[in-house]
């Protein structure tokens, strides 16, 4: 006969205690690992067996800019405007450009350097200047 009533009743008498389907958790996923013993001598780890931290695989160098448009430049006040300065790297050919403009990039698409000579600017490469 019980005499008392347990404390904590999470789950008590339900058939799955919270994992879905009465299959579920019974395989090697759901088992306790031992953690313990790799956080305790973390450390060391860091300090003698580097190698087991590198990085896998393969990585891409990303040297991908941001871009503007033409119409982001059109709404810019001035004569020449330097969008290096702004964070841009690239200027693409999305929109018109209503003025002559002298725009400074690091690079240009091929529409966007026509579009802004045949505008009466001109487009100047960075690395050219």
Same mark, same amino acid.
């Given at each position: 006969?019980?005499?008392?009533?347990?404390?904590?009743?999470?789950?008590?008498?339900?058939?799955? *205690?919270?994992?879905?389907? =009465? &299959?579920? !958790?019974?395989?090697? !996923?759901?088992?306790?690992? =031992?953690?313990?013993?790799?956080?305790?001598?973390?450390?060391?780890?860091?300090?003698?067996?580097?190698?087991?931290?590198?990085?896998?695989?393969?990585?891409?160098?990303?040297?991908?800019?941001? $871009?503007? @448009?033409?119409?982001?430049? @059109?709404?810019?006040?001035? @004569?020449?405007?330097?969008?290096?300065?702004? !964070?841009?790297?690239?200027?693409?050919?999305?929109?018109?450009?209503?003025? $002559? *403009? @002298?725009?400074? $990039?690091?690079?240009?698409?091929?529409? $966007?350097?026509?579009?802004?000579?045949?505008?009466?600017?001109?487009?100047? *490469? &960075?690395?050219?200047?």
């Amino acid at each position: 006969m019980r005499r008392f009533r347990r404390k904590i009743s999470k789950h008590r008498g339900s058939r799955h *205690v919270g994992r879905g389907k =009465n &299959k579920r !958790g019974r395989g090697k !996923g759901s088992r306790m690992t =031992n953690k313990r013993v790799f956080h305790t001598n973390i450390q060391h780890y860091f300090r003698h067996e580097p190698e087991r931290f590198h990085a896998k695989g393969f990585v891409r160098k990303t040297t991908r800019g941001r $871009a503007i @448009n033409l119409s982001g430049i @059109n709404a810019m006040a001035g @004569n020449e405007i330097d969008v290096t300065t702004l !964070g841009y790297s690239k200027v693409l050919s999305g929109g018109k450009l209503g003025r $002559a *403009v @002298n725009v400074v $990039a690091r690079s240009f698409s091929k529409p $966007a350097a026509e579009k802004i000579e045949q505008a009466g600017g001109k487009a100047i *490469v &960075k690395g050219e200047i």
